[in-house]
């Protein structure tokens, strides 16, 4: 069994279902309400785990029920959460999230205890990532911490693989630590300076990146390394919620580079992780074990 390593964020999602997105200033009525875990961290933690890795995740969560609550939830997925710190007199990160008719979210965070993730956390990860061939991030918690995270995990021989989401700002330095950049097309445009998600991809390699692929969401995804550019399509699936989609493709990229797939298998195993996610409400609930993984892409090759 592979291992990946995961120093990222842990939120509690609360989401409702809502006609349209309500407008600066109005009160709008939802649809239906629900819980659960979430946090792009957390997610792509989870999401390894289900598509058949071992996982270690770092990252923190206050002192509160949300806290214990998620935490208990994260070791019955079989991960290793001992790295994981609980921070005393803050929140545990939260995500208020509406979810259109149409699946698509608008999200709003309150990072909490993962505004705290600092370089002990990931030192508590340190001898987790001798074992792992891969370590994931993503920039919902402090980008220093991200930079000493991507510092210790090629130290340790880690592939490291950097989902630059929520959109931010990056010093340059970041780059040649990133042996697999995984944007979506805006975050590459914001990154990579440009609308083409070819050329803000090459603009990243030029950076630093090692190679970068770029989620486009119905589109499928498109891959830059510096001999070949390809496009893997989208699975069709009835979108009910895309929530965490992105979080799933960016696990099943990690867990099949971690098995030593080539780029494009991975990027297909990552594909269809990512399509199944978006058939079911919620983050956490819709991510697919391996097997729905395995199912999508033999019925895909047997058309
Ligand atoms: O990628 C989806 C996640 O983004 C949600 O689970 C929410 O917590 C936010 O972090």
Do not use: H, Y
Not at 243 to 269: N, P
């Amino acid at each position: 069994m592979v291992k990946v390593v995961v120093v990222g964020s842990i939120n509690m999602d609360l989401i409702v279902r809502v006609s349209r997105l309500p407008r600066l200033g109005e009160t709008m009525s939802g649809e239906g309400f629900s819980m659960g875990g979430g946090g792009k961290g957390a997610n792509q933690a989870v999401a390894c785990a289900r598509l058949g890795a071992r996982v270690t995740m770092a990252g923190c969560v206050g002192d509160d029920d949300f806290g214990k609550r998620l935490l208990s939830d994260l070791v019955s997925e079989g991960m290793d959460c001992a790295p994981v710190r609980v921070c005393p007199g803050v929140n545990t990160g939260v995500a208020l999230i509406a979810v259109t008719k149409e699946g698509e979210n608008a999200i709003i965070l309150s990072p909490g205890a993962n505004a705290l993730a600092c370089g002990e956390d990931v030192e508590r990860a340190a001898t987790a990532m001798k074992e792992a061939q891969v370590a994931l991030f993503q920039l919902e918690i402090p980008i220093a911490t991200v930079i000493v995270g991507l510092k210790k995990a090629k130290e340790a021989g880690c592939l490291t693989v950097l989902d630059p989401a929520p959109a931010a700002p990056l010093p340059d330095e970041i780059w040649p630590l990133v042996d697999v950049a995984a944007p979506n097309e805006i975050e590459a445009a914001d990154l990579g300076g440009s609308d083409e998600p070819a050329q803000a991809a090459l603009r990243l390699l030029e950076k630093g990146a090692g190679c970068v692929v770029v989620s486009l969401g119905s589109k499928g995804a498109l891959a830059v390394t510096r001999d070949r550019t390809f496009s893997v399509p989208a699975f069709p699936v009835e979108v009910v919620d895309t929530t965490g989609a992105g979080d799933a493709f960016r696990a099943g990229l990690a867990v099949a580079l971690a098995e030593g797939k080539v780029l494009e298998e991975a990027v297909k195993f990552g594909a269809a992780a990512g399509a199944l996610t978006c058939t079911a409400l919620g983050a956490r609930s819709s991510l697919p074990q391996r097997s729905a993984v395995l199912r999508m892409l033999s019925s895909s090759s047997a058309r």
